[in-house]
């Protein structure tokens, strides 16, 4: 059974940084893609920026030259650093990975519980 733990939200004033972090942890072979997703109320889920296991990230146009994703892959672990955030960052925030449990499966897709972000002075 695989884990995806997510940490590090809460609320943050406006300009504020948070710094969000997911382990994976369980029956894992090999890791091919973390990233974040995020779902403000009454919207549609979406990308926030996502890193391959070979160290290239991807970002959505908002989180350009404002969020950083890093991962460790010794520790299965993503981070998400987020800085000069505003208002309509506020929304649940969630750990997305792209694995393989065992070299005899396919690749899987596993979601974190969510961690809420709230900007708001």
């Known amino acids: 059974q695989v884990q995806l733990v997510e940490s590090g939200g809460g609320l943050v004033q406006p300009g504020g940084s948070l710094r969000l972090s997911c382990a994976a942890s369980?029956?894992?072979?090999?890791?091919?893609?973390m990233g974040w997703y995020r779902q403000a109320p009454g919207k549609q889920r979406e990308l926030v920026a996502a890193?391959?296991?070979?160290?290239?990230?991807n970002y959505a146009d908002f989180a350009k030259g404002r969020f950083t994703i890093s991962r460790d892959t010794a520790k299965n672990t993503v981070h998400l650093q987020m800085n000069s955030l505003k208002p309509e960052d506020t929304a649940v925030y969630y750990c997305?990975?792209?694995?393989?449990?065992?070299?005899?499966?396919?690749?899987?897709?596993?979601w974190g519980q969510g961690t809420q972000v709230t900007v708001s002075s």
């Open positions: 369980g029956r894992i072979f090999s890791i091919n893609a």
């Open positions: 890193i391959t296991s070979g160290g290239s990230a």
């Open positions: 997305n990975g792209n694995l393989r449990p065992s070299r005899y499966l396919t690749d899987y897709t596993y």
